[in-house]
């Protein structure tokens, strides 16, 4: 027997132990992408983030493709005002990614709300008055009237 067909039979197993080892590797590769897109599918379909508890510290106030509710804010200008922000929209909202803002140009406030998260912010004690705020993240911006509020703070 000559010695090619000796070193034969191995050259095929070690081929086939290739392949086989290939296609155990597309297989996980195939998983993980299929697991990746039914987690982003089924997204919008999971429950956005729950509201404080009462009694939680933060006022509750849910801001999302259709404006904020509440719209209209009253707070005492003799205590801290905090504000808790809720955004159920998800990162597929197709204006702004799902981001929403919490913006008043007179105090300089700025607050951004990640998609499908909540934000407490301390915005300390404001002078007494009335403020507008709004989000010009998305949904036609500040121009919208469903994207905008008051924030009215009483002595």
């Known amino acids: 027997m000559s010695k090619s067909k000796r070193a034969r039979p191995h050259a095929i197993w070690r081929r086939e132990r290739a392949s086989r080892a290939r296609a155990i590797w597309f297989g996980i590769a195939a998983a993980a992408v299929l697991g990746a897109a039914v987690y982003l599918a089924t997204a919008p379909f999971r429950p956005p983030a729950a509201a404080p508890a009462p009694g939680a510290e933060g006022r509750p106030v849910v801001v999302s ?11 005492s ?50 002078p007494p008055g009335t403020y507008v705020f709004y989000c010009d993240l998305c949904c036609g911006g500040k121009e919208n ?3 905008r509020g008051t924030l009215e703070v009483t002595g």
């Open 65 to 75: 493709m259709a404006g904020f509710e509440p719209p209209n804010l009253r707070v």
């Open 77 to 126: 200008a003799a205590r801290d005002v905090v504000l808790t922000f809720i955004n159920p929209d998800s990162q597929f909202h197709v204006d702004g990614g799902g981001w929403h803002q919490f913006r008043i140009e007179t105090l300089n406030v700025d607050v951004r709300i990640a998609p499908r998260s909540q934000k407490t912010v301390n915005l300390g004690r404001i």
């Open 145 to 147: 009237p469903s994207m």
